[in-house]
């Protein structure tokens, strides 16, 4: 109310949108209420604000997510609440980001594997947003009688995940620098950590099966109904869905550029992957 009072005499020259794309989820696999999409069928993009941009920068924020949560809420305000975006929209998400900030254009600088020559690279990032818009989602697969929904995990569900990888990896990295320990109980714990990144991995396949419809038209949609289903499964079943789910994920990933290494003498061609996690992207150009 005060504010409608005093106005700001500064508000005209607030930030404004700086670009318009559509998401390549089209607006589904949401939450309700998570996003509104607009009738256009495009979300506005904000430029980073500087606030924005020194939550982006501070790494401890990062690890949990939240600071890559609060930024898209203040740039994208459609997206009400960023942690249910599907994985499929957050290349595009983040990408879009960074254009409406710094521009187009991205400079990388991939280190030859040969001659460790700093290359220099310029990578135009409305191609790669054009990749990520024209992919699709197949979103079910039959397999004899029975039809798997498939939804792609939620940016909530991948950071979870990937914190939960991050803190086994740390303890399977200290068990390998521990010289003392007796090796019988060092084995032990091995065998531990591997069961236990393959059940994350197990989970993270059942966690996109949406439904499983039955041929008399009964749709499973309880989750442990579904787990229990898979857990005794054929595992042809558990195989057939993870394939298609991988095929659907490589239709998203970015390609990595392939380089010619600049220094003369050694003209060596190498690919390098780019990865859109906040750290990297942000951390660069600043
Ligand atoms: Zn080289």
Redesign the pocket.
């Known amino acids: 109310m005060t504010q409608q009072m005093n106005p700001n005499p500064l508000a005209n020259y607030f930030r404004q949108a700086k670009l318009y794309t559509p998401l390549p989820s089209r607006g589904r696999y949401y939450a309700d209420g998570a996003i509104e999409w607009p009738a256009t069928g495009e979300v506005a993009i904000f430029p980073m604000t500087a606030k924005d941009e020194m939550a982006m920068r501070t790494p401890d924020a990062l690890l949990n997510g939240q600071s890559t949560v609060d930024v898209i809420k203040s740039c994208i305000p459609a997206v009400k609440e960023p942690w249910d975006i599907p994985s499929i929209d957050m290349d595009c998400i983040l990408i879009s980001i960074r254009m409406a900030s710094y521009g187009n254009k991205m400079s990388v600088e991939p280190k030859?594997?040969?001659?460790?020559?700093q290359?220099e690279y310029e990578l135009d990032l409305t191609n790669i947003l054009a990749k990520t818009l024209g992919a699709e989602w197949n979103d079910f697969v039959q397999i004899d009688e029975l039809k798997f929904g498939l939804k792609p995990l939620s940016y909530r569900q991948i950071n979870a995940k990937s914190l939960r990888t991050f803190e086994e990896q740390k303890l399977i990295s200290n068990l390998e620098l521990s010289e003392d320990m007796d090796q019988e109980v060092k084995m032990q714990r091995f065998n531990e950590s591997f069961k236990f990144l393959t059940e994350l991995t197990l989970e993270t396949v059942i966690d996109q099966v949406e439904y499983i419809s039955l041929p008399d038209g009964v749709v499973v949609t309880d989750r442990n109904h579904i787990n229990e289903f898979i857990a005794n499964a054929d595992t042809n079943i558990y195989r057939e869905i993870s394939a298609t789910l991988s095929n659907n994920k490589s239709r998203y990933d970015i390609p990595p550029m392939k380089i010619v290494?600049?220094?003369e003498?050694?003209?060596?061609e190498?690919e390098q992957n780019l990865e859109f996690d906040a750290v990297n992207f942000f951390g660069l150009n600043s």
Do not use: S
């Open positions: 030859c594997p040969k001659c460790a020559t290359n290494c600049d220094n003498e050694c003209k060596h190498f």
